[in-house]
């Protein structure tokens, strides 16, 4: 059902099993964001995803993440200090919400939660930069 549906919007049959694979394996490597909801939508937005990057691919209009697009590591900060940080993400907005709950909790990149999620790269970059910022400020480096 899913090829079929994925084979009408893609073009062809080759380009809807490229497109199903990338998903496939993009939720076994996102698998840690999957929060226990409704799985059929999560998936969803994930091949929705694949199949954006495959036509943006096809015409040549991909964004590429600059390669300082890291990963967060989260240190060893005390407990305190990470309640606090987590206090302050539960005061942004829920779209805000989400893109740094799986960058500071899952460690994905700006690139990853943007695959996984309905939020555009542009959008996780500057939120995650603003964050960091933010940070800088309140406690320094």
Known sequence: KLMKKLTFRAGSEAAAEDILQEAYYRALKYYGSYTGEIFGKWFST?????????KNKE????????PDDEVYECPNYSKRLLDEVFQLVATKSIDQQDILNLYMRNGYSAVDISRITEHS?????????????????????
């Open 121 to 141: 790269y542009p959008k996780c970059h500057k939120t995650i930069s603003r964050l960091r910022a933010e940070l800088e400020q309140l406690y320094g480096e």
């Open 46 to 54: 994930i091949v929705n995803n694949s199949l954006r990057e495959y």
């Open 59 to 66: 015409k040549n209009h991909l964004y590429e993440a600059p």
